[in-house]
Structures are given as C-alpha cells and as structure tokens.
C-alpha cells in the first residue's frame, strides 16, 4: 500500500510533467460607480491529461490533504484528437494547501510553486477587513505585479531548456 507521502512525491511528478501553476488577474463582474471594473487574483494548479484514471489519481489525492478539485472534461478540437480531461485547484488556500504539501518533491515547477505561495503570503500580509471579509487590493500594488510578470515568464513555452 502506497502511503500518502508516496502519492504526493507521485503527484509533484504529475504536476512537474503534465501540469501548470499560474496566476491570473480577472476583471470583476461588476462595474464600480466611477466605471471602472475591479481586478482580482485566480491562483490556480491544473493537470491535463487523456488518461482519466490519472486525472481521478490527482483528485483523489487532493482530497486526501483536504483539497478540493473541479474535473472537467475538455472538448476535443478535431476528430483526430482524443479526449482530454482537466482537473483544477483554485483559490488561496487550496492552492496553498496542495503546494505546501507537493513542494518538497517538486523539481521543474518548484520556482513557480514557490513565487505562488510567495504570492498567497503576500496577499494575507496586505488583507484589510471590509464588509465583514478581508479583501486584498490588486491594483496598484508594484510587488504583486511583478511576481505575475515573473510567473508568466516562467510558464512560457521553452523557458527552462537548456540549450546545447
């Protein structure tokens, strides 16, 4: 029987391989008084893969440390492709949670999972209360900007290869 440390180094792998960590800034719904649209931060740690049974690993193991996921299954763009599936972890704290936990294992995505949680700190570190719930300006805020330029940076195509 594999035990959970076992499946987590399994999981970093997965992740290191098949899987992305990035952060988005989204405009809010809402249109404010002055009509400008508010920002706020999407942490998300996402694995793609044709194998479902792969995809329910990741959820189930996700589960196990007390994180929840969304499966979806992607439409396929031809004929020739077959079918994908994406399993996804949003937000702070399950971001959080799921990183803490894979982070000693991670390699290729180890920077990346560590500029996020970098980021989540950050973003308690400057939370106000308001409304009954503590909010974090995106706007303006210089430090958290440039973490974003750097994730982006690392999570283009070609990145980290060495060349020859």
Same mark, same amino acid.
């Given at each position: 029987?594999?035990?959970?440390?076992?499946?987590?180094?399994?999981?970093?792998?997965?992740?290191?391989?098949?899987?992305?960590?990035?952060?988005? =800034?989204? @405009?809010?719904?809402?249109?404010? *008084?002055?009509?400008?649209?508010?920002?706020?931060?999407? &942490?998300?740690? %996402?694995?793609?893969?044709?194998?479902?049974?792969?995809?329910?690993?990741?959820?189930?193991?996700?589960?196990?440390?007390?994180?929840?996921?969304?499966?979806?299954?992607?439409?396929?763009?031809?004929? =020739?492709? @077959?079918?994908?599936?994406?399993? *996804?972890?949003?937000?702070?704290?399950?971001?959080?949670? &799921?990183?803490? %936990?894979?982070?000693?294992?991670?390699?290729?995505?180890?920077?990346?999972?560590?500029?996020?949680?970098?980021?989540?700190?950050?973003?308690?570190?400057?939370?106000?209360?308001?409304?009954?719930?503590?909010?974090?300006?995106?706007?303006?805020?210089?430090?958290?900007?440039?973490?974003?330029?750097?994730?982006?940076?690392?999570?283009?195509?070609?990145?980290?290869?060495?060349?020859?």
């Amino acid at each position: 029987m594999k035990t959970l440390e076992h499946r987590l180094a399994w999981l970093a792998g997965i992740v290191d391989g098949e899987g992305t960590i990035y952060a988005a =800034l989204n @405009k809010h719904r809402h249109v404010r *008084r002055d009509g400008s649209q508010g920002q706020y931060l999407r &942490l998300t740690v %996402a694995v793609t893969n044709t194998d479902i049974l792969m995809i329910e690993e990741v959820q189930q193991i996700a589960e196990a440390v007390g994180v929840k996921t969304r499966v979806e299954r992607i439409k396929k763009r031809r004929d =020739l492709h @077959k079918e994908q599936w994406d399993v *996804r972890v949003r937000g702070g704290r399950a971001v959080e949670t &799921l990183l803490e %936990a894979i982070l000693p294992y991670l390699v290729t995505k180890r920077s990346r999972a560590e500029v996020a949680l970098a980021v989540i700190r950050h973003r308690r570190a400057t939370s106000y209360p308001r409304n009954g719930a503590l909010r974090s300006p995106v706007d303006g805020d210089a430090w958290l900007a440039r973490q974003l330029v750097s994730m982006r940076d690392m999570n283009r195509r070609g990145a980290h290869e060495v060349s020859a």
